[in-house]
Every structure is written in C-alpha cells, then in structure tokens.
C-alpha cells in the first residue's frame, strides 16, 4: 500500500523535467489558452472573461510545477496547493462578477483607440499578460525545485501569510460586491471595512500572497527570485493596469472620490486622515 501511494504521490521518473524546462513548457500552454480566449471574444466581443482565466491559468500553472517538478514532495504539494487555492478563488470571484456585465472599461478604451486594428492589438495585449504571468509563476516554480525541505519556522510562516493574505482578499472583495448591490449606494465611494483604511485593501492582500512562497524558497539555488512575484505585482498595480486605471474613472464618475484620494492610503490599510488634519497641513 505504502509503494501505490508513494508512486501517485510521486510523478513517474521519466517525466521529471528541469525548472527551465517546466517554466517553458508552461509558459508555452499558456500562450496558447490566451490566444484561444481571445479567438473566444472575438465571437462574444467581451474582452473581460481573460480576468478570470489568468487566475485559473496561474493556479493551473501551479498544479503543473508540483507534479513536474522534481524538488521535495512536501514542499511541491504546499506551494502547489497554495497557488491553484488562490487561482480557484479568485479566477471564480472575477467569473461570476462578470457574469452578464458590460465589457471592463480597459478593453473597451483599448478597442476605442485603435479602431479597426484593435483585434489585433487585444491578442498582443493578452500575450503581453502570459509575460507578467510567468514572472509571478517564478516564485513557487524555485520554491517547488528545491531538493530539501525548508525550516519549519518557514513553512509556517508562508502558511500564515497565504491564509492572511487570501482571507483578506476575499474579505475584501465580498465587501465590495456587498456595497454595490445596495441600490442606494450606486456612484458612492465604498468606505466599509477593510476600504475604510485602504483604496485597494484587495490589491494589497493579492501582493500579499506572492509575498508568502518567499519563504519556501530563502536558501534555494536562485531563491532571490521569488523576490520578484510580489514586486511584479505591486508593479503592474500601482504603476501599468492597476490603480491608474480604476482611479481615473471613478475620479470622473463618483463624487467624493477626490477626498477619499486625500485621506486614505491607497494600498496599505492605515487609519484614514481626517479632513481637519488636511487642512490643517495645508497651512503650515
């Protein structure tokens, strides 16, 4: 009984591939799921349902590094694990979010700017993606290819981010989608919870989970590069696709959201300025 488990838990020898190898061959599957998603919306002409399957993609992704690798099997299983939880969660949250609503403001402009063209610059932009998908994949991908266990001190550690971090992504998206179904609420800035403290708490616990495979892989060969998920991410938030883009259209859109600019971090929940205390430092 111990040598049939041993050999499902285990992927068979032959088919062990190398970190280069997996990152490739990966990266590869993935170029080819999002151009078959665009072929899909150029019949459904909604750009948005690649939301939902870059997270499905990644926890795939994630499935695939922990049964190819050939690193230790605990720590191949943890990340693993980790990584499709998240990608199930999140790819699901944007599906159904999305389910009969328009097309998500970023596609539409994209489509505005370019016309006729625009088919065309929709694919590069969806493969464009598949590069910061890899990028983030580096972190578990060095983490499941090392060949000893970390400390235990660290798997708890990288347990304990994942939980904070997902719990309260999901926390604050349900308190998002919450606000918005209350018809009195429509055009308001959502100040409850978690978005009291922060612009974007979700975007702050999505960097959050990139921080927890750190730990999986400190003392691995190229365990600096797990460093760069939750950089990456951080990145494409607060700089490219992010936070400019939901914050220029509800500044043109919401009253209120230019006070709410003023007085609340826009990642890291903090205790919100008070308006007196604005003004305040005006006059200094």
Same mark, same amino acid.
């Given at each position: 009984m111990f040598v049939r488990c041993s050999a499902i838990a285990e992927p068979p020898t032959h088919l062990l591939v190398t970190a280069p190898h997996a990152f490739l061959l990966a990266w590869l599957a993935l170029a080819l799921l999002f151009t078959a998603v665009w072929a899909a919306q150029l019949r459904t002409g909604n750009a948005s349902i690649i939301d939902a399957w870059w997270a499905w993609s990644l926890g795939g992704i994630g499935v695939f590094y922990a049964w190819a690798s050939p690193g230790d099997l605990a720590t191949r299983l943890l990340a693993g694990t980790m990584l499709a939880v998240w990608g199930l969660r999140l790819g699901t949250y944007i599906h159904r979010r999305g389910q009969g609503q328009p097309e998500d403001g970023r596609y539409t402009r994209l489509r505005e700017e370019h016309g006729a063209p625009a088919n065309g610059w929709m694919l590069g932009f969806f493969l464009l993606q598949t590069v910061f998908s890899m990028l983030l994949s580096l972190g578990p991908l060095v983490a499941m290819g090392r060949m000893d266990r970390p400390h235990a001190a660290l798997l708890v550690l990288a347990v304990v981010i994942w939980i904070v971090a997902v719990i309260g992504e999901a926390v604050a998206d349900h308190q998002?989608?919450?606000?918005?179904?209350?018809?009195?609420?429509? *055009?308001?800035?959502?100040? @409850? *919870?978690?978005?009291?403290?922060?612009?974007?708490?979700? &975007?702050?616990?999505?960097?959050?989970?990139?921080?927890? &495979?750190?730990?999986?892989?400190? *003392?691995? @060969?190229? *365990?600096?590069?797990?460093?760069?998920?939750?950089?990456?991410?951080?990145?494409?938030?607060?700089?490219?696709?992010?936070?400019?883009?939901?914050? @220029?259209? @509800?500044?043109?859109?919401?009253?209120? &959201?230019?006070? &709410?600019?003023?007085?609340?971090?826009?990642?890291?929940?903090?205790?919100?300025r008070a308006p007196a205390a604005l003004a305040e430092t005006k006059t200094l």
């Open positions: 998002l989608a919450a606000f918005k179904r209350d018809p009195a609420h429509r *055009g308001q800035v959502c100040r @409850a *919870g978690l978005w009291r403290y922060s612009r974007h708490p979700n &975007y702050f616990f999505e960097c959050l989970h990139w921080a927890a &495979y750190v730990p999986l892989a400190l *003392g691995a @060969a190229w *365990g600096w590069l797990a460093l760069l998920p939750p950089a990456v991410m951080a990145f494409l938030l607060l700089k490219l696709s992010g936070l400019p883009v939901t914050e @220029a259209q @509800a500044a043109r859109t919401r009253p209120g &959201y230019a006070e &709410y600019i003023r007085t609340t971090s826009a990642l890291i929940p903090w205790p919100p």
